[in-house]
């Protein structure tokens, strides 16, 4: 496949201070898992059609889940968030697109 996400060196190090420290034996690269667990998010894949370069499925899955509840990713967004320049606040207004709804006709409610 030669459209393979991968994140620069530069980007991982940007990362590095968000996730936790590994204990015990040796992982798969960080890098290469979260280089995965970002191609199956753009992609809408699932775990199991990710290309082998980035690790074993079952590897992929099992840190999104650990990174998700040690609150990993909800970190990096706040702390790349902070460090922008200017503090902002966005918001969506979504009432002019509200979708139309319509009664449905008296003769298709007779039981």
Not at 7 to 19: G, S
Not at 53 to 66: I, M
């Amino acid at each position: 496949m030669s459209n393979l996400f991968w994140l620069t060196e530069a980007q991982v190090d940007r990362l590095r201070p968000y996730f936790p420290k590994s204990h015990g034996r040796p992982r798969v690269d960080d890098r290469r898992v979260l280089s995965g667990i970002i191609f199956i998010n753009r992609n809408g894949l699932r775990w199991c059609d990710a290309s082998a370069v980035y690790g074993p499925p079952k590897t992929l899955y099992n840190r999104w889940k650990r990174w998700c509840d040690l609150g990993v990713f909800a970190r990096i967004m706040e702390g790349l968030a902070s460090e922008a320049a200017e503090q902002k606040t966005v918001m969506i207004d979504v009432s002019g697109h509200a979708p139309l709804v319509r009664a449905c006709p008296r003769k298709y409610l007779k039981a």
